[in-house]
T-cell receptor
């Protein structure tokens, strides 16, 4: 593919609802990262996949957050029982291998009302 | 926690001037990357410099790395209004290969 894509671009949901955010990485990239970014801040690391497995999920804030990458390509970030504090832009990035240049998607802006 | 911190937080210059941004970090790294972000969405990768490199160039961009001082600088020469953006450095904690970002430098280039 041409680049990393993320869907939806915007998501508005009510407090307590469940949401799924999707990331399509660049074809052939083995490493995939999720970040979230609040206004005026840098991206905050959430989780890193190498292939299908979550190699590091130390950035997930609590057990309401979960991510999968079942076939080593597309990844889905899942947030249960959303809270207003979850509102942010969720960014996905991929790289050929770990330690290589990361390429970011345009992000999903999540707003929890 | 944030590994890298950019300095200054904000920078305002005239078109044609050079812009220099600095990044300091705390622990050993494998590599350091600089990114640009416009309008709060979609970071664009600029340069990756590895811990055994001291300087890299790409067009009007020059990045230096001083591992003894745990710092890096990004120089944009002959700036243009289109360079207006936020600039972030991302460093990986030694051995982790997970880039972590600072709060960024907001650059405004006045035409």
């Amino acid at each position: 593919g041409a680049g990393v894509s993320q869907t939806p671009s915007n998501k508005v949901t009510e407090k307590g609802k469940y949401v799924e955010l999707r990331c399509d990485p660049i074809s052939g990239h083995t490493a995939l990262y999720w970040y979230r970014q609040s206004l005026g801040q840098g991206p905050e690391f959430l989780i890193y996949f190498q292939g299908t497995g979550a190699a590091d999920d130390s950035g997930l804030p609590n057990d309401r957050f979960f991510a999968v990458r079942p076939e080593g390509s597309v990844s889905t970030l899942k947030i249960q029982r959303t809270e207003r504090g979850d509102s942010a832009v969720y960014l996905c990035a991929s790289s050929l291998y770990r330690g290589h240049e990361q390429y970011f998607g345009p992000g999903t802006r999540l707003t929890v009302t | 926690s944030q590994q890298g911190e950019e300095d200054p937080q904000a920078l305002s210059i005239q078109e044609g001037e050079n812009a220099t941004m600095n990044c300091s970090y705390k622990t050993s790294i494998n590599n350091l990357q600089w990114y640009r972000q416009n309008s709060g969405r979609g970071l664009v990768h600029l340069i990756l410099i590895r811990s055994n490199e001291r300087e890299k160039h790409s067009g009007r961009l020059r990045v230096t790395l001083d591992t003894s001082k745990k710092s890096s600088s990004l120089l944009i020469t002959a700036s243009r209004a289109a360079d207006t953006a936020s600039y972030f450095c991302a460093t990986d904690l030694g051995g982790s290969y997970i880039p972590t970002f600072g709060r960024g430098t907001s650059l405004i280039v006045h035409p």
